[in-house]
């Protein structure tokens, strides 16, 4: 069960903040929408079909799922307190993933743009870093390795 | 007696969930008793961090008998 987050639309707090049910990026944005708001950022991370000079089939994503609730409950908390949000929220995706489809989501919502950007840039970073999150990449030519974010590439 | 729980590349040299008899003091140790019982699995183990109740401790954290360890590789998310 993940924590419950005072400033997430009603309908949005029910979410896990880990799933295995695909992420609609539309659909999440139309909760987001507030009167009170001038700004809602949404970043998509999406399945590339490439990794440096591999050409990637598709990939598996695995999480420590009770910790990665958690640590994305407590970046969430952060970054709201720390630019006076509206509104912010992430969702990871985890088990078989396809080039195209959306891993991570992140959308932050503000009085003016500058807020909502920072955060956002702040949350899927610190996710990036620190969630106990892995992909394994499996390639077109049938190999398959477990690969770690590289931090300084990105 | 602890138990230890393995994620990801960690999988291909230990069972996901382990019991562990309580030899080693702190993380540090436990990090050494992990290498001896898996050579192959170092390379791995060396960039990993530890975690007890889903937050993360140092190598010098003291094992409480009963606790589970959680070992994280270097994240993959996004």
Redesign the interface.
Known sequence: MKPLVSFLPPEVDKLSFITDKSIRPNILLSSFHNPAAGAVVLFS?DVRNNNKDKAVAYLE????T???E?LIADVLIEAQSKWNLISAFCQ?RIGKLYPSEC??IVITVSKHRKEAYLANQFI?DT??????????EFYTNGGAE????DLSSE | MITI?F???LKDYFEEKVEWPIHSKTIAELKEELAKAQPKAVPVLN?CRF?VN?A?VNDNYLINDNETI?I???????
């Open positions: 991370g994503y695995e999480a420590f009770e910790m990665a958690k990871h891993a991570v899927i996710v990036k870093r620190d969630a106990p999150i892995w992909k394994k477990w690969k770690a974010n | 729980q994620f990801a590349a960039t975690a889903l993360f959680s994280i590789p270097p994240a993959g998310g996004g």
